[in-house]
Every structure is written in structure tokens, then in C-alpha cells.
């Protein structure tokens, strides 16, 4: 019987969701990360109170994210299709600003937003989805998580290049507000940018509303109007899958019978 090294141990923990142990490293990646999206959105209101209690949270959370990424590409194969991996660049992006801090450039600061795409590993692999229908829910997930994604970034860029400099950006709140109003194209015109960074970010925030959110949206709502063509009624005897589409004979799944017209019956 194969014995497993310690690497393969580490391995196969970083990406098991079904063990105890597998599933707790996951758990806790997860709500590391919804921590740190936490404290960046406080932050943006108390920084200027306790800069230094900020700053300390911040060292540790990123100490955790190197120890990570450390273990994650001592433990891989191919270390080069590891560095090269999405998921490998977004947790470099989500370290690099804490270092490029330390020679005080402030706008950098705004990069660790996008921290909020490391959930997309653990969106794609529906840790916490059923096996039923399991990837109509991630399509789902990854959908929203998207939409979520894109206002919430936006957001965080426009506060950071208007907060200074406009009375009526003086919190995250009201660039949420700014970002949502103006990626819905609906424009209430009551919050304008004043910076030249500001006006760019704004023109890139049309773009990608005209370019994306219809686009995102259409599949959201295309993946609600697969859902009701299931029969939910009709449950696999051999798997136990309990959705199939509406002119389904076999499961989807494992192959079995599930439904079939008697030609002749009365």
C-alpha cells in the first residue's frame, strides 16, 4: 500500500473538500478572505483613527496568505503552471500590496480589493453546493459572485481617487452607490467625478456596464429559466440525482433509464 509523503499529504488537503480536515483548511481560507474583505470596508472609515491597529491586522492576515501560497507551490507538480495559474496571480495580487506599502505609495493600498477573487477558487468547486444540480448552482454562484465583484472594485477605485478631492465621495457608501447608479447606466447625474482619475474610472465603469453587466445578467437569468425545465419530480433509482431535463430518458449522471412513454398504452 502506497504511503503518502508529506507533500502529497499537503497536497491533497490545500484541494480535498470531502475529508474533515480538507473541508476545515477550506473553511478557513474562506473566512480569512471574507475578513480581510471586512476590514478593508472598515478601514475605509476608521483608518485615519488607528492606523497602526489597521496596519497590524493587515501584516498578520497577509503572513497567512504567503504561508499559503508557500505550501501551495511547494506542493504542486509543475511549479511553472502553478505560478501561471489564475488562481496562483490572484493570491500574488492579494500579497503584493502589503510590501509596496512599505515605500509609501498610497494608491496601491486600493489593490488588495482584489482579494475578493480569491472566493472564486472556492466558487468553482461548490464546496458548499449539493451534488444535486451542482453545477447549475455554481454557474449561478459565479454569476452573482461577478456582478458582486465588478461593483465592488469599482467602488473601491473611485473612493480612493475622489475621496480628497469631492464633498460628495467622502465614504465607501456613497462610491458604492456611485458605482451601482452608474453601471446600471440609470445615471442620476447627483454624484459626478471631479479628478481626472476619477472621470477615466467612470468611463471605464460605462464600458464595462454596456460590455458585461447585460451580458452576466442575461446568463443569471438564463440559468433560472433552466432551472424551471427540471423535472424535480423525477429521481434517479440508481444515483438518486433528483434533477433532469424535461425530455430526459436516461440520468444525466450514470446513465439509467428515469422515464419512458409505453407506446399504445390507453
Same mark, same amino acid.
Given at each position: 500500500?502506497?504511503?503518502?509523503?508529506?507533500?502529497?499529504?499537503?497536497?491533497?488537503?490545500?484541494?480535498?473538500? !470531502? !475529508?474533515?480536515?480538507?473541508?476545515?483548511?477550506?473553511? @478557513?481560507?474562506? @473566512?480569512?478572505?471574507?475578513?480581510?474583505?471586512?476590514?478593508?470596508?472598515?478601514?475605509?472609515?476608521?483608518?485615519?483613527?488607528?492606523?497602526? @491597529?489597521?496596519?497590524?491586522?493587515?501584516?498578520?492576515?497577509?503572513?497567512?496568505?504567503?504561508?499559503?501560497?508557500?505550501?501551495?507551490?511547494?506542493?504542486?507538480?509543475?511549479?511553472?503552471?502553478?505560478?501561471?495559474?489564475?488562481?496562483?496571480?490572484?493570491?500574488?495580487?492579494? +500579497?503584493?500590496?502589503?510590501?509596496?506599502?512599505?515605500?509609501?505609495?498610497?494608491?496601491?493600498?486600493? &489593490?488588495?480589493?482584489?482579494?475578493?477573487?480569491?472566493?472564486?477558487? &472556492?466558487?468553482?468547486?461548490? +464546496? @458548499?453546493?449539493?451534488?444535486?444540480?451542482?453545477?447549475?448552482?455554481?454557474?449561478?454562484?459565479?454569476?452573482? &459572485?461577478?456582478?458582486?465583484?465588478?461593483?465592488?472594485?469599482?467602488?473601491?477605485?473611485?473612493?480612493?481617487?475622489?475621496?480628497?478631492?469631492? $464633498?460628495? +465621495?467622502?465614504?465607501?457608501?456613497?462610491?458604492?452607490?456611485?458605482?451601482?447608479?452608474?453601471?446600471? !447606466?440609470?445615471? &442620476?447625474?447627483?454624484?459626478? $467625478?471631479?479628478?481626472?482619475?476619477?472621470?477615466?474610472?467612470?468611463?471605464?465603469?460605462?464600458?464595462?456596464?454596456?460590455?458585461?453587466? $447585460?451580458?452576466?445578467?442575461?446568463?443569471?437569468?438564463?440559468?433560472?429559466?433552466?432551472?424551471?425545465?427540471?423535472?424535480?419530480? +423525477?429521481?434517479?433509482?440508481?444515483?438518486?440525482?433528483?434533477?433532469?431535463?424535461?425530455?430526459?430518458?436516461?440520468?444525466?449522471?450514470?446513465?439509467?433509464?428515469?422515464?419512458?412513454?409505453?407506446?399504445?398504452?390507453?
Amino acid at each position: 500500500m502506497h504511503r503518502k509523503t508529506i507533500k502529497e499529504t499537503v497536497r491533497f488537503y490545500l484541494t480535498d473538500q !470531502t !475529508t474533515k480536515l480538507g473541508k476545515a483548511v477550506d473553511i @478557513f481560507i474562506i @473566512f480569512l478572505n471574507l475578513f480581510t474583505v471586512g476590514v478593508f470596508i472598515v478601514e475605509a472609515y476608521l483608518h485615519d483613527t488607528n492606523p497602526a @491597529f489597521f496596519w497590524n491586522i493587515e501584516v498578520a492576515t497577509v503572513s497567512i496568505f504567503i504561508f499559503e501560497y508557500i505550501l501551495r507551490f511547494w506542493a504542486a507538480n509543475k511549479k511553472l503552471k502553478h505560478i501561471t495559474d489564475i488562481y496562483s496571480i490572484i493570491d500574488i495580487i492579494a +500579497i503584493i500590496p502589503t510590501f509596496i506599502t512599505f515605500i509609501d505609495l498610497r494608491f496601491i493600498r486600493v &489593490f488588495r480589493v482584489f482579494r475578493i477573487f480569491r472566493f472564486m477558487r &472556492f466558487i468553482n468547486i461548490g +464546496i @458548499f453546493i449539493s451534488k444535486d444540480a451542482k453545477m447549475h448552482d455554481i454557474r449561478i454562484l459565479r454569476i452573482i &459572485f461577478t456582478i458582486i465583484s465588478i461593483i465592488f472594485i469599482f467602488s473601491s477605485f473611485i473612493y480612493e481617487v475622489e475621496v480628497d478631492a469631492n $464633498p460628495d +465621495i467622502e465614504t465607501l457608501g456613497s462610491a458604492i452607490y456611485f458605482s451601482i447608479v452608474t453601471l446600471s !447606466t440609470v445615471g &442620476f447625474g447627483d454624484i459626478v $467625478p471631479v479628478t481626472v482619475a476619477g472621470k477615466l474610472m467612470t468611463v471605464l465603469m460605462i464600458l464595462v456596464s454596456i460590455a458585461l453587466i $447585460p451580458w452576466q445578467l442575461g446568463l443569471l437569468i438564463k440559468e433560472f429559466i433552466f432551472a424551471d425545465k427540471k423535472k424535480r419530480h +423525477i429521481t434517479c433509482k440508481k444515483c438518486g440525482l433528483l434533477q433532469h431535463d424535461c425530455d430526459a430518458i436516461h440520468c444525466k449522471h450514470c446513465g439509467t433509464i428515469i422515464y419512458r412513454e409505453n407506446e399504445g398504452d390507453d
